[in-house]
């Protein structure tokens, strides 16, 4: 029986190699391929016939759309709605990349540290860019707010550094570790009712148990795969709100 980490090895599909570097074209790649594919097919054609009685993909689109605008407006403010594109992109490159994972010989690509600690760099990058385009040096008062005795200044700056610099570390371990536990126990709880089913009769009568408490771990992985898109997609606002709302 296969291992459940074999289901997190990256594999070459196309072999490629340029001056020693390895750019094949894996199954992590094909898989993030798919989901791109998928969200801009899926939107496209649910809103192509827009309609004032939505059918049933326009509704789940303007769903997800109105869902999204929601969560930008409440925590940003109107001033950040200009971030909505890039929200909106986080959030369906995280679900799809969990909820794809869970089709039987798919791959989890948000389950490899180095997809959630770019997808967080690029958020970190962004939001200090745009501190910066925005409030100019004041930017650097995101570490020492107004109001907060001079006196603590040794305190305060080396711990608000801290705490903006561990933003994409947190973001991307958040994400990964619950992709990878949340997998990796469905994938072992299977194997174990497998192999008792392999056992005679009464390993097939013990395997009932297993199979139908994989069966409520499965719907609760789904669960966890959406809040924890979600998540990364509030998160995301949160720090955006940085370049958009800053004491003075």
């Known amino acids: 029986m296969a291992s459940p980490i074999h289901q997190f090895e990256i594999t070459p599909i196309v072999p490629f190699h340029v001056g020693g570097v390895d750019l094949s074209f894996t199954n992590s790649a094909l898989w993030m391929t798919v989901a ?3 969200a801009t097919v899926s939107l496209t054609v649910a809103m192509r016939n827009k309609s004032m009685v939505p059918s049933r993909g326009q509704l789940m689109a303007e769903g997800l759309y109105k869902f999204i605008y929601s969560m930008v407006r409440d925590n940003i403010g109107e001033k950040g709605m200009g971030y909505f ?5 986080m959030f369906m490159i995280v679900m799809l990349g969990n909820i794809l994972g ?8 948000t ?3 180095a997809v959630t600690g770019i997808l ?3 958020i970190f990058v962004l939001v200090t860019i745009m501190g910066f385009v925005k409030h100019g040096l004041h930017f650097l008062q995101l570490f020492f707010p107004p109001g907060v005795p ?4 040794p305190l305060i700056i080396p711990i608000e550094i801290i705490s903006f610099l561990s933003r994409p570390v947190t973001l991307s371990l958040r994400l990964f570790i619950n992709m990878l536990a949340g997998h990796l126990m469905v994938k072992v709880i299977a194997g174990f009712s497998v192999m008792m089913i392999g056992a005679g009769v009464a390993g097939m009568l013990g395997s009932i148990g297993p199979m139908l408490f994989n069966v409520l771990l499965i719907g609760f992985e789904v669960f966890v795969c959406l809040v924890q898109a979600y998540v990364f997609a509030l998160l995301t606002c949160i720090y955006l709100r940085d370049t958009v709302e800053l004491a003075h």
Not at 85 to 89: D, E, G, L, N, R
Not at 102 to 109: E, K
Not at 150 to 153: E, N, T
């Open 120 to 122: 967080a760099l690029v």
């Open 102 to 109: 869970m089709i039987p010989g798919a791959f989890t690509f």
């Open 36 to 38: 791109v594919i998928l």
């Open 85 to 89: 594109p890039f929200v909106f992109t």
């Open 111 to 113: 389950s490899h540290i």
């Open 150 to 153: 001079v006196i603590l200044a």
